[in-house]
């Protein structure tokens, strides 16, 4: 049996993925196995057709594809995702129809879900036929009771593929719309006085498009904010290298635009607007450089304190990955999400009141200095980076040691002495049968208790002399 490995890692054949097939083909030698190196070598295939051509022809050829890929922020490294923007561009989709493929990503299980359903959707929009996906842990290979179970998969890979057994899409295709994209059709309401800094980063492409719209709408309501289009600066794609990992310097500084411009635009301001279109399952590549190349800032929350929204033009409602993508950069950031905005609606006006409100919002949490409470995207997230960190990655992200111990991010609930001193007490009362009796009949007001207070305070003051009445008649029922 033919198989065929896309690398998905800009340092081609030194992937630590890659490493997991290398292993299954150690296992399995009597296949024939061949790999390409698809994110390394994007340049050459975007440049040069007959290259890309030549690939093709060797992926038609395949009994099994496998896409082998390491996570480059919630997604897969941006030249992957040009690779696979090639494929569409160049209509090759009959290259890709009908083969077997399975897909297996390295991390340490940061949003690895998210790159594995986008790999996984782009397969069935290619009418390939997925048998399974691995989120390995980076480290996975190298402990022996993991072994076994990485060998077994890869066996039902090849047997699924050789026997030509069925196999069930997950995502389903794309509907068309009708839609044409946004178009403002009601007058602007007039700038917003601001005081504070707004910058907007946002994938135009050429000439006029929705997205540009939306951004133009947008500008509207703050004329003084600045514009990054995305396309317009020199931004290299991420090597990989992990120099950034010991003291936050890029191996791209003073070689593009980027470091700077995210450093004196985006770093300062106080209200960040990011904007692009739809691409197949996610944003284009060009949108995925710039998320990733702010890795120079390694796993740090450098958008606390930034108000944050994004227009998006395109499927989104059909994109719920892409949404969850978008909402987890900004709540692992750091950043105060006010809201994402898409311009599928039916009703153009409801649109443009959309943007004029998310203005509106931002503007007013910015003055206000909102927080708002972090969904698990942004909380389990940022406990896993602060985990990793401590234990087995500090030598190489030193940076962001520095960093967590600073700012108190290393927030174990196991230093909570008090709390654990109350807990060690606690637990052998509660075993007490009368006393146990008591506190179960307590525990569903008890678990109020603490909002009492807050919901005092809440009220105007003629009315909180009858809450705290009630409150405390409640009390004395139980």
């Not at 111990?405 to 007490?432: C, E, T, W």
Request: glycine share 8%; net charge positive; charged share 25%.
């Amino acid at each position: 049996m033919k198989i065929v490995v896309l690398g998905g890692s800009p340092k081609g054949a030194n992937s630590v993925t890659l490493q997991y097939v290398k292993y299954w083909e150690a296992c399995f030698p009597e296949h024939e196995y061949e790999y390409i190196y698809a994110a390394q070598r994007v340049a050459l295939y975007e440049k040069n057709p007959g290259a890309f051509e030549e690939v093709m022809k060797t992926i038609d050829r395949a009994d099994l594809v496998v896409w082998a890929f390491p996570l480059y922020y919630l997604v897969v490294h941006s030249s992957y995702i040009r690779f696979i923007e090639l494929i569409f561009e160049r209509q090759r989709e009959d290259v890709f129809r009908g083969k077997y493929t399975g897909a297996v990503s390295t991390s340490i299980h940061f949003y690895d879900h998210t790159a594995q359903n986008y790999i996984r959707s782009i397969c069935d929009d290619l009418g390939m036929k997925y048998i399974g996906g691995v989120p390995a842990h980076m480290r996975d290979l190298t402990k022996k009771e993991m072994q076994p179970g990485l060998r077994l998969v890869f066996q039902r890979w090849l047997e699924t593929a050789e026997h030509q057994r069925g196999t069930i899409r997950a995502f389903a295709p794309v509907r068309e719309t009708g839609f044409d994209g946004y178009q403002p059709v009601s007058d602007h309401p007039g700038p917003l006085s601001a005081e504070k800094k707004v910058t907007i980063v946002a994938d135009l492409p050429p000439g006029d498009s929705p997205v540009r719209r939306m951004v133009e709408r947008f500008r509207k309501s703050f004329p003084g904010s600045e514009l990054i289009s995305l396309r317009e600066i020199r931004m290299g794609p991420c090597a990989g290298c992990l120099k950034c990992g010991f003291d936050n310097h890029c191996t791209y500084e003073g070689k593009d635009d980027l470091i700077e411009l995210h450093r004196e635009k985006v770093l300062t301001a106080d209200v960040l607007v990011f904007a692009g279109a739809i691409q197949r399952r996610y944003l284009s590549s060009t949108w995925h450089r710039y998320l990733e190349r702010n890795f120079n800032r390694t796993h740090q929350p450098v958008l606390a304190g930034k108000h944050i929204g994004f227009l998006v033009s395109g499927p989104l409602s059909q994109n719920g990955n892409t949404r969850e993508i978008l909402q987890a950069y900004a709540e692992t950031m750091g950043g105060t999400l006010a809201d994402i905005i898409s311009d599928e609606a039916d009703d153009a006006g409801a649109v443009d009141s959309a943007i004029d409100d998310l203005a509106g919002i931002l503007k007013r949490y910015a003055e206000e200095e909102v927080k708002l409470p972090v969904s698990f995207l942004g909380t389990a997230g940022m406990k896993l980076f602060r985990d990793e960190i401590y234990a087995g990655l500090r030598f190489v992200f030193q940076s962001d040691h520095r960093y967590y111990k600073k700012h108190g991010l290393y927030d174990f609930p196991q230093k909570r002495i008090g709390m654990l001193m109350l807990m060690n007490l606690a637990v052998p009362l509660s075993k007490i049968p009368f006393l146990r009796r008591k506190i179960r009949g307590k525990l569903v007001k008890g678990m109020t208790r603490p909002y009492h207070k807050v919901l005092t305070e809440a009220r105007p003051a003629e009315r909180r002399s009858l809450f705290q009445q009630n409150q405390q008649a409640g009390s004395e029922t139980a």
